[in-house]
């Protein structure tokens, strides 16, 4: 049995719960998945199976699960000129599966235009396996090759062509078709698993070189940019074919299509052999037409094949050779290296790559790919029939959830993909305006069916609100409104497909198109909601009805405002939210930006008071523009932090009733506010007389009671109703009969009107908004700051801190104050990262801010120039960089005059170029402090890095993800006075920053969550199976490539290694590396982390020097990420330190582990557990090296902390003070021999004196330790008594909760060394404590 200190599971760091599953156990290498359904599961249920059909999930409300019975066969496939093969299949999958396992396989690949028969007939492609009559065990598939037509010889030219790059990394690097890039095996040296060439040979120490590269040293300065993407030997992939292109002399003509020519292509092959072949409805083979005259005469010999790399390889004796050897490679490669992420990932660097002749990127760059939108052939697609249909599908049992889900999650990754495209069309100016007279800031386009429109405030709508600002937050305030709607998912209700995409220094808004929207005037198609916000107002029963559903979810309150003619108007979200019914007939809602109430911090009302505890943070601030709202995530915080108030509210009343027997609770007045403080404090006053016990009786009475008023149960006596009822009104709950509390979302929007303004329920739902304000200021905040401190949240970078802010609902606009605060905090030092990070953000942010404007003054021709001249500004230390405008050679002076290039920005265009480091800096200092209140004072970027400890590298890092910049990958000087650090050459692209929804796969989320709490529970075997059936249910939605799926091998890998299955935990921790690469990107703070947990795993594999790569790989990333000065860099080096401490590289391991003392000793203070077993380690090295004074030194200051802090009878202060006489001894010995030797000269018996090396055992052992992992032997007896005890404590815990959350406690791990090193994907169990 294993007790894990304080660490629920390596989550990301702040990332949220979520994991997703790869279900690639049954694929050999030869057979990959396949993006949108991943290929052949066979043990999907194994273990379910036997149990009969239903099994029970426990997740809260014990909701039944049917499990898929899925158990594969085994079919046989008969394929043209090779041998027949076997090919595992499951009854579930479609037979196009089948045709996608094929055209991925080594030998079959090259076939694209065929049919699978059964006994001589075909079967249809879309039809189950399952629903095959005849189809079994040991059926014989064959494959039958099918004449083609334009479109299959298309499909296989781009296939042919895929096949031929499949290596080439270029398409990750300039983010196209979801490709992204992947570093892993190159550390690695290919595959860790079984099939790798790491079988363990005995141990390896004689061969490993230990030591890192210069600038992974401890203490360098150098921050090389180089090794972010390293180039393989082999980065110039084997070249099959010089050029493979659409010949000129297409389409065929009339008399040529009547002899089956489909289309002609133009070949030029590496021996320097130009041929020109014929796609004809049989196949390929060469014709006799050159590049100028037209002979389409098949040629002699003609080489007529079906396929075309059969012919290719008979023209071509080094295409044959090259192109086997390329597959080879090909599926060699992991298949998570292959397959498509479900959004694009864009690389910031990109080395230099030569441009190479592509048909087929050349003709998507013609057609924009609009003739053939993906598999619908001549047609563009309806996206806003495919978003609704495929919410309508059945959702009664999980098969029909599932494939609920995953069409839902297919088309929104397809929809995210076309409007991105889009949008990046419409700025370009490759999209004509829907209304080309209009100005160009006022235009709006359609393209691909997808209405797009600009961010910048048209007709004065949002004049009140705050102009151009508030037209620039309101999609995303409406995207998180649309996210908020879909989570809901009412049956009936539809919401638009949206995608926010900053492309240029422009927002857009793609939006699908509502049926029949554009043919009429708004005002006839809004009958619910207003289009003026709130003068004219008008509602619908239906609309009611629907909204109503979603409003206990969602906190909405149903009011009524009045409209332009003072009727009162019932309303059930706020007034900009639209009805409108579709020519489908279908109802939507749209423009959804004010779902969440408005935030008062940032909205000052005439005659308002906030609460004390915001006045005294200096809050209601001014801010740029009305339509601050809080975010749906404090809303919840808000609502289940007052929930447990009501509970103890309740439970107080209960006792004092049964303590007194006298009428009510003295203690609840009209006045809410004193009665809550008086709870708070009895109920602080009650646990620690530690009535615990008491409480939580009251507390499961007031539940039972709160329950059986709310189910309206006659029989509940007056005096407990009055306590619910004093209960609710004092959290300001709607209902006064159960808890219900929810928001107004007009009550201070400007233009509203409500009938009496001083009735007392307006004056509890203003309360209840101020209460919300407060709460973030005095709960949320400090308990971010606080988790930040114990170091349970490790955010590395300015998105991992924004995350980590967003989980607690906490918005962007106070990062300043919480920079503020960390700087006031008592623990300054432990928060020195945040506080770095926090002042990075501010910088880069407003940096943003002011590129935005800037760029939308760039022509296109001059952008390159432009955004390097900004980066220079920004980050180099060269004083007057001087922007050289594109030269005028190419533009003839007579027309220049003539035509204006249509431009969306200012006029003049050229006002970027006279930008200096002083005017930028000043500007940014002062958006600094107009948007987010923040003094940054300095001149130019050598002061900011100065005054705030910064590093240049972090900063180009964060600026260029924010604004999609991609930069050439080479070291960047920005120190040197004489020549500035950018020139136009090394901006190498601008890539969009999309926002979008992500759908959640919900049945694989709960089998999630239930696995974490088993396992958190010590029932690790059942928590196991639990989340092997969450990562089917997680590929079943959303394929095999996803960050949930990433979570769950993680989570999995984990498990498998403290049952010790050490090669499954490298198997799946290898996967999740993969995946965190790939989905998030190769420096993203979560690929860090999941780059050591496999580190660890490959050591206890005997993998090390594999480790010690994968540790300094992680190491790299995060100095450039961040820097050295991070509380995870101590981690990271106690891990390089150890494992060089067992390669016997005594004076490395030193550099590592001292560094590791240092940094602990910052961030946990010098007192801690921590700093006490980081001087245990170094004294293990100087022991090992013979230097006993310095080992003493260290030990004695381990031995102190561990007395202090646990007291001696501990059993780490023992061990410690036996280590410390082991010590002495050997250093007497010492001291004996060299007195020895200085009397007798050479002649002196000397005894050999023991210097041990490590084994390799009690270094994994120490490994375990600092990473927080624990294994304790225990007889099944104790194991049930643990379980007891663990099941007793979530009792208490589950009542105690509202302690906890107020007192902050989490349970003591059973190891103090591992103090505190949490990053849970759920809070950390207690069964430590019990164990």
Known sequence: MVSKTDEACPAAGGRGQGGEPGREAAHSSGMPLVNGDSGHRHSEAENHSEKGDETRVDDGNEQEVIVIQDTGFTVKIYA????????????????????????????????????????????????????????????????????????EARIHVRHIRDLLKSLDPSDSYNGVDCNSLSFLSMFTEGDLGEG????????????????????????????????????????????????????????????????????????????????????????????????????????????????????????????????????????????????????????????????????????????????????????????????????????????????????????????????????????????????????TKM?????????????????????????????????????????????????????????????????????????????????????????????????????????????????IQKHSVLNDKNEEVELCSSVECKGIIGNDSRHYILDLLRTFPPDLNFLPVEGEELPEECSKMGFPKEHRHRLSCLRQELIEAFVEHRYLLFMKLAALQLMQQKANNQEGCPTVTENSSSCTTDVMESSKSMSEDGKTEENLSGLDQARNLAESIASEDGTVDPKSKEVILNACKAVGSVSSASFDIRFNPDIFSPGVRFHDTGCDELQKQKQLLKDAAAFLLSCQIPSLIKDCASHTVLPMDGATLAEAMRQRGINIRYMAKIVELVS???????????????????????????????????????????????????????????????????????????????????????????????????????????????????????????????????????????????????????????????????????????????????????????????????????????????????????????????????????????????????????????????????????????????????????????????????????????????????????????????????????????????????????????????????????ESKGEFRSALQHEKDGYTIYKNQLGESHEKSKESSEYLKYLTQQAVALQRMMNEIYKNGSNASILPLKFTAPSMSSVLEQLNVINGILFIPFSQKELENLRAEVHRRQQLNEASKSEEQEDGTEGEGADPDHEEKSRPITKPSTEQASA
């Open 80 to 151: 043209p000129a090779i041998e027949p093969f076997d090919l595992q299949v499951s009854p579930q999958e479609m037979v196009q599966e089948i045709h996608q396992v094929l055209m991925d396989r080594e030998d079959t690949c090259h076939r694209t235009c065929f049919s699978l028969q059964l006994d001589g007939n075909v079967l249809d492609n879309f039809s189950e396996l399952k629903s095959i009559e005849g189809l079994q065990e040991g059926s014989i598939l064959k494959v039958v090759e099918e004449p083609y037509t334009v479109r």
């Open 443 to 555: 235009q709006m386009f359609i393209w691909n069916n997808i209405f797009f429109s600009l961010g910048f405030d048209v007709r004065d709508h949002y004049k009140d609100l705050g102009g151009d600002n508030a037209a620039y937050v309101a999609p995303t305030n409406d995207l998180n409104g649309v996210r908020a709607y879909n989570a809901v998912d009412v049956e009936g209700l539809y919401t638009l497909g949206t995608v926010v995409v900053d492309y240029r220094g422009y927002r857009v808004t793609a939006q699908s198109i509502i049926p029949g929207i554009l043919e009429r005037e708004q005002e006839q198609s809004v009958i619910y909601g207003s289009i003026d916000f709130g003068k004219t107002v008008v509602s619908h029963p239906k609309y009611l009805e629907l909204l109503e559903k979603t409003a206990r979810p969602l906190k």
């Open 824 to 1182: 006031k905090s008592q623990a300054r030092q432990q928060l020195d990262h945040i506080y770095k990070l926090g002042v990075t953000e501010l910088i880069t942010r407003s940096a943003k801010h002011i590129f935005k404007i800037y760029l939308q003054g760039v022509e296109l021709s001059g952008l390159s120039v432009a955004i390097s001249h900004f980066l220079n500004c920004f980050l180099s230390s060269f004083p007057n960089p001087i922007a050289h405008l594109p030269t005028d050679e190419l533009v003839s002076k007579k027309k220049r005059n003539k035509r204006r290039p249509r431009h969306l920005g200012n006029a003049d265009n050229t006002t970027w170029a006279s930008t200096t480091p002083q005017e930028l800096w000043k500007n940014i200092s002062h958006e600094a402090k107009s948007y987010f209140s923040f003094n940054i004072d300095c001149e130019n970027v050598d002061q900011a890095v100065e005054k705030y400890g910064l590093q240049k590298i972090s900063l180009l890092r964060e600026i260029c993800v924010k604004l999609g910049i991609q930069i050439l990958l080479k070291e960047y000087n920005f120190d040197s006075r004489h020549r500035p650090t950018f020139t136009e050459e090394d901006i190498l692209n601008i890539f969009p920053v999309v926002k979008h929804v992500n759908p959640k796969a919900s049945d694989a989320f709960h089998f999630f969550q239930s696995g974490q709490s088993k396992v958190q529970q010590g029932f690790l075997k059942e928590g196991c199976e639990l989340i092997n059936e969450a990562l089917n249910l997680f590929n079943n939605v959303y394929g095999a490539m996803h960050m949930e799926i990433c979570a769950c091998l993680r989570l999995l890998a984990w498990l498998n290694y403290i049952m010790a299955d050490y090669n499954e935990a490298l198997n799946n921790q290898q996967k999740a590396v993969l995946m965190s690469e790939r989905a998030l990107g190769v420096d993203h703070p979560n690929t860090i982390q999941e780059y050591m947990h496999l580190a660890l795993y490959c050591f206890a594999n005997g993998q090390l020097s594999t480790a010690l790569k994968l540790l300094y790989r992680s190491r790299y990333l995060l100095i450039l990420v961040y820097g050295e000065d991070h509380p995870e860099m101590a981690l990271l080096d106690s891990n390089i330190g150890l494992v060089l401490h067992g390669v016997m590289e005594y004076e490395l391991a030193l550099r590592f582990l001292e560094s590791a003392l240092a940094i602990n000793g910052k961030y946990h203070g010098a007192k801690s557990l921590k700093v006490a077993l980081s001087h245990h380690l170094v004294a293990c090295v100087y």
């Open 196 to 439: 790798g060439k790491h079988k363990r040979k005995g141990s390896e120490l004689e061969q490993i070189d230990c030591t890192p590269p210069e600038h992974i040293l401890p203490g360098s300065k150098e921050r090389p940019l180089l090794f972010l993407q390293p180039q393989t030997k082999e980065s110039k992939p084997v070249q099959c074919l010089k050029v493979l292109t659409m010949s000129g002399w297409n389409p065929p003509p009339g008399n040529r299509k009547m002899h089956g020519d489909l289309m002609y292509l133009y070949v030029v092959t590496t021996e320097d052999r130009h041929v020109s072949i014929t796609a004809s409805t049989r196949g390929f083979y060469t014709n006799q037409s050159t590049a100028y005259s037209f002979n389409p005469k098949p040629a002699n010999p003609s080489f007529l094949s079906h396929s075309l790399v059969e012919l290719l390889s008979q023209i071509s004796p080094t295409f044959k050779k090259n192109f086997a050897a390329l597959q080879k490679k090909r599926v060699q490669r992991h298949p998570f290296e292959r397959i498509a992420t479900p959004f694009q990932v864009y690389s910031w660097t990109a080395p230099a790559v030569d441009h190479t002749m592509d048909c087929v990127r050349a003709e998507d760059a013609y057609t924009s790919r609009l003739g053939y939108e993906e598999h619908i052939p001549g047609q563009t697609r309806d996206w806003n029939e495919e978003l609704q249909t495929t919410r309508e599908l059945p959702r009664k049992n999980l098969p029909d959830r599932l494939l609920r889900e995953r069409a839902i999650f297919k088309v929104h990754s397809d929809f995210t993909a076309a409007a991105t495209r889009g949008a990046m069309a419409v700025i370009d100016g490759n999209v004509m305006a829907i209304n080309p007279g209009e100005e």
